[in-house]
């Protein structure tokens, strides 16, 4: 951090040499001498890691659009928009993993909203202090348990509840809605939706938890000098933290769209478009963990690729959108 | 509005108990020293153990580490440092869009990036994978820690004539040092943890295999090809790599947030 002590101390030493040559030299002249070499190579190096880190993104999109071009060219636009996976006939379309992704997702963050909403409001307003760091350190733990210990307790625990409890119990009250009909195999959209809940919780509750946190204790404190009740003022609160929470939204939406192992296992694998919850789907990062290495023709590689690429573009714009809608918040904030 | 809270923070706690106590419960009966020294049986045939992908995992990590550590930790020293730029802003910001990648999109760049072109899957493009992982987390965390070092540090250093190359590398690097080791073995934990990328980089090897250029096995997808099995006792084992995972990096969390807590007192 270059604070201006930090850039006269650099001036004044020189080329560290003791006693330092004047500085009367100008200042814009100065701004180009290499003052020590050792400065020079230390900076541009670190600069230089800097550089890589910044290429990776864009490496990362170069060479996925390189890897998948003959896809690119065959299919085209309808890629999207095709439901036929058939790696028999090479043909291709991504419809199915998109409608998978999307809907376990989506089911995903509407169970998890009000859930990490409420925790969220719970360690920022109501928490009694010494509660506050051990709880939301255990909420952070959902985070770090690896995706594949999901997948494993839903095939071993979820699963087994949802086919043998949960759906029959939902098919014979709501049968009727085409959204719970059909066979309980456990396996399926709903499967998938839960166990990515779980998993997008921690991230919704941290990120509103912050956001909700550096709301200013003003606007609290003014409501319950004009009698709000509790309540009342934490939809005040939560009505300005309104970005903030929706960034947090988009985050975690990105990750559920990416998240690969626990959905594999649970999600049936069947590339249909189906209306019922209780169907087999299958999401896109599913499909790439399944026939990724055994794709045997070259354009079936290209349309596995070419479906990374999609699930790239899709995570890449949720997080930068989510990533510039928190940062303006919390600097918005910090200057009040 | 209390009690929908409460209710909520019950209910996102749960889970977490429950999936522990239940790789607990389940793994600890498979948990014997056979899963950590012994190679895995033959198909049907009871017993066996892991010992090939612990190391298989090590190498991993290790390799992925030898490539993602100098780049991390460097860029994060770039973004402390000299990061106030519009140049070091794009930085941090493309480092916080490459956490938010998918593991298997980079999963699927290493495959294209190092097994096209050798021909052949191996351990290598796995630890490329994991080093691609590991690069946005150990970059912040060593951003973060450098950043709390105070500024009078640096400012003494250079005061007393020492160049600025030598005061980061001699004073403030060496505060920091325990924050970026932790945040560094929590990163190598999470990493460890992973499964998708190694799914069609370093594939898979039910043999012992300690060689970098050949497909390898690891714990995460011993995990995976376990937990899919009709065998009883595999899936035992499942549980049971599943709770060691689990155990490593509740152990680091717990650390990492031990040593980098905020002492109130020292303001």
Partial sequence: ?336 | MTSFSLLCVVLAVAPLILIFAYSLIQGLGALNLDFFLQMPKPVGEEGGGMANAIVGTGILIGLGALIGLPVGILAGIYLAEYGDSPFGTAVRFLADVLSGIPSIVVGVVAYILIVLPMGHFSALAGGVALAILMVPTITRTTEEMIRLVPQSFREAGLALGIPRWKTTLRIVLPTALKGITTGILLALARAAGETAPLLFTALGNRFWSTSIMNPIASLTVFIYDYAKAPFEDWNRQAWAASFVLIFLIFVLSIIFRFVTRQRYDQR
């Fill in chain 1, 1 to 336: 951090m270059a604070t201006p002590a930090i850039e006269t101390a650099q001036q004044i030493q020189g080329d560290g040499n003791f006693p330092a040559p004047s500085v009367s030299s100008s200042p814009r002249k100065n701004r180009w001498r290499i003052h020590n070499v050792g400065d020079f190579v230390f900076e541009n190096l670190t600069r230089l890691f800097g550089f890589v880190v910044f290429s990776l993104v864009f490496l990362m999109a170069f060479e996925m659009y390189r890897g998948s071009h003959l896809s690119i060219e065959k299919f085209g636009w309808s890629f999207l928009t095709t439901s036929t996976w058939d790696p028999v006939q090479d043909q291709f379309g991504a419809l199915p993993f998109i409608f998978g992704t999307l809907g376990s997702s989506l089911l995903a963050l509407l169970i998890a909203l009000p859930l990490s909403l409420g925790v969220a409001v719970f360690l920022s307003e109501l928490c009694p202090r010494w509660l506050e760091q051990p709880l939301s350190f255990v909420v952070e733990l959902l985070a770090a348990i690896p995706s594949i210990v999901y997948g494993l307790w839903g095939v071993f625990v979820l699963v087994p509840w949802l086919r043998i409890t949960v759906e029959p119990f939902l098919r014979k009250s709501l049968g009727y809605i085409p959204l719970f009909s059909g066979p309980a195999y456990g396996f399926g959209m709903l499967a998938s939706g839960l166990i990515l809940a779980i998993m997008v919780l921690p991230i919704i509750t941290s990120i509103s938890r912050d956001v909700l946190k550096s709301i200013p204790s003003l606007q609290r404190e003014a409501a319950f000098a004009l009698g709000a009740t509790r309540w009342e003022t934490t939809r005040i609160v939560l009505r300005s933290a309104r970005s903030g929470i929706l960034g947090a939204t988009l985050l975690g939406l990105g990750r559920a769209v990416g998240e690969t192992m626990a959905v594999t296992m649970v999600i049936g694998n069947r590339p249909e478009i189906a209306a019922s919850l209780f169907s087999p789907a299958y999401s896109m990062a599913s499909v790439l963990a399944n026939e990724f290495a055994e794709a045997t023709t070259e354009i079936y590689t290209h349309a596995l690729i070419e479906i990374a690429l999609v699930l790239f573009v899709i995570t890449v714009i949720l997080n930068a959108l989510a990533r510039l809608i928190v940062w303006s918040l919390t600097r918005k904030f910090k200057t009040a």
